[in-house]
Each structure stands twice: as structure tokens, then as C-alpha cells.
């Protein structure tokens, strides 16, 4: 059963965020992921977010999605993502 791995960012460094974000997704495409969606416009339509941007990208399975995360390639960009962002990454199945 494929997964979404949802980013929800809220950006403390732009320049370091271009860094991370030219890093990241070559990692993400490694792992058999794709980038459904990213932007910097977010909004909510009930409730509030303060958020600066967000990506959304599909992986085969969640297990696929949770061995990018903690994959040797992605665990290096940590500290730079720390850098530009405050980050929540979530993993949700997506229905059979």
C-alpha cells in the first residue's frame, strides 16, 4: 500500500532552505519516492497553520517512506534542515 510522507515547514533560513531543499530531493527520488506537490503558499481553510511551505511526496509503502527518512543520504542533511527550518513530516497510508 502506497504512503504519503506530508512536510509541514516553517522556514527560519531561506538561503539554507534552497541548500536543503536541492539536497533533499535527489534523496527522495533515491528511495522510489516522487514529489507529488511543494510550494510556499499555504493555506488553511478551517483552522490556522503557520506554516511557510509544505511538499507532499507518494512512497511505494510506508516502510519505503520510514527507510528514506532514516536512510545514511537523508540523516546527513539533518543538520541543515534544523538550519533552515522547523519541520513536521508525517507518514499516512493511503487507502487500497
Known amino acids: 500500500m502506497s504512503a504519503l510522507m506530508i512536510a509541514l515547514v516553517k522556514i527560519k533560513d531561506a538561503a539554507k532552505m534552497q541548500q536543503y531543499s536541492a539536497a533533499a530531493a535527489p534523496t527522495i527520488i533515491a528511495a522510489g519516492g516522487e514529489i507529488l506537490g511543494r510550494g510556499k503558499h499555504v493555506e488553511a481553510l478551517a483552522g490556522s497553520l503557520d506554516l511557510s511551505a509544505a511538499l ?34 508525517f507518514v499516512l497510508e493511503e487507502p487500497a
Open 56 to 89: 507532499i511526496a507518494r512512497f511505494p509503502s510506508a516502510a519505503a517512506a520510514h527507510a528514506w527518512y532514516h536512510a545514511p543520504a537523508y540523516q546527513a542533511l539533518i543538520p541543515l534542515r534544523d538550519e533552515a527550518m522547523v519541520p513536521t513530516f
